[in-house]
């Protein structure tokens, strides 16, 4: 899996957009970039994912340049219970019969202040 | 639709004994994979199962091993608890086909502490 690297902390508005960067620069062809959080003492939450589109769901939005070196999650209006460290991780797809693993970085401490 | 589900909770063992850890996965998901997360390694993979196999398996010792079950449900166990062994543990579960595979979801995860 490729590597990725993030800040280490961020603080954000309530209310304002969350921008959370993510640089994979030696991300390969197949890889896709999926992105979860981890609220202090629970499971990790997963966020999004994708391959080279921007990607929108209920929670958040994805956006990924054109070359696909880095990628940026948005949360659109960030909320107290936003707080949380947000993992990026790049790897290939899982499908039928190959091994599941996620290799977690450090992540970025994102803090939403009132 | 149930998540995946963790138990127990918390628990508390002293150094030397054994614990096992029990995670249902969600309705339908054949994989199993485990991690244990501590302050100073962050979130590191154990083992995954996969249809009562073990299919992949992290750096760990022999002190950690897993099962599956038939209904998909799986156990870790650490024998001979050392402090260091002092960690959240977390189960994960995922499909194994390309429409439902390509998301991991996480437990609560279980505290276990060593005194």
């Known amino acids: 899996d490729a590597k990725t690297t993030q800040p280490p902390s961020m603080d954000c508005a309530e209310g304002r957009a969350a921008n959370l960067p993510c640089n994979h620069s030696?991300?390969?062809?197949?890889?896709?970039v999926y992105w979860y959080r981890q609220i202090h003492s629970q499971g990790p939450q997963y966020i999004i994912h994708?391959?080279?589109n921007n990607e929108t769901n209920e929670m958040a939005s994805l956006i990924i340049t054109e070359d696909r070196k880095s990628s940026t999650l948005i949360l659109p209006h960030a909320t107290l219970r936003d707080t949380a460290v947000y993992y990026c991780?790049?790897?290939?797809?899982?499908?039928?019969?190959?091994?599941?693993?996620?290799?977690f970085g450090s992540g970025t401490q994102l803090t939403v202040l009132p | 639709k149930a998540g995946v589900t963790q138990t127990p909770r918390y628990l508390i063992k002293t150094r030397g004994q054994q614990v096992t850890l029990s995670c249902s996965p969600i309705?339908?998901?054949?994989?199993v994979s485990w991690y244990q997360q501590t302050p100073g390694q962050g979130l590191q993979f154990l083992f995954e199962?996969?249809?009562?196999?073990q299919r992949n398996k992290g750096n760990f010792p022999g002190r950690f091993s897993g099962r599956q079950f038939s209904n998909s449900r799986s156990e870790m166990n650490v024998s001979t608890l050392e402090l260091g062994d002092s960690a959240l543990y977390l189960c994960?579960?995922?499909?194994?086909?390309w429409g439902t595979g390509n998301t991991i979801y996480f437990g609560e995860g279980s505290w276990l502490t060593v005194v």
């Open positions: 994960a579960s995922s499909g194994d086909s």
């Open positions: 030696t991300i390969s062809g197949n890889e896709y």
């Open positions: 994708g391959l080279k």
């Open positions: 991780i790049v790897r290939v797809p899982i499908s039928s019969g190959s091994a599941r693993q996620l290799t």
């Open positions: 309705s339908g998901h054949r994989s």
């Open positions: 199962y996969f249809s009562e196999t």
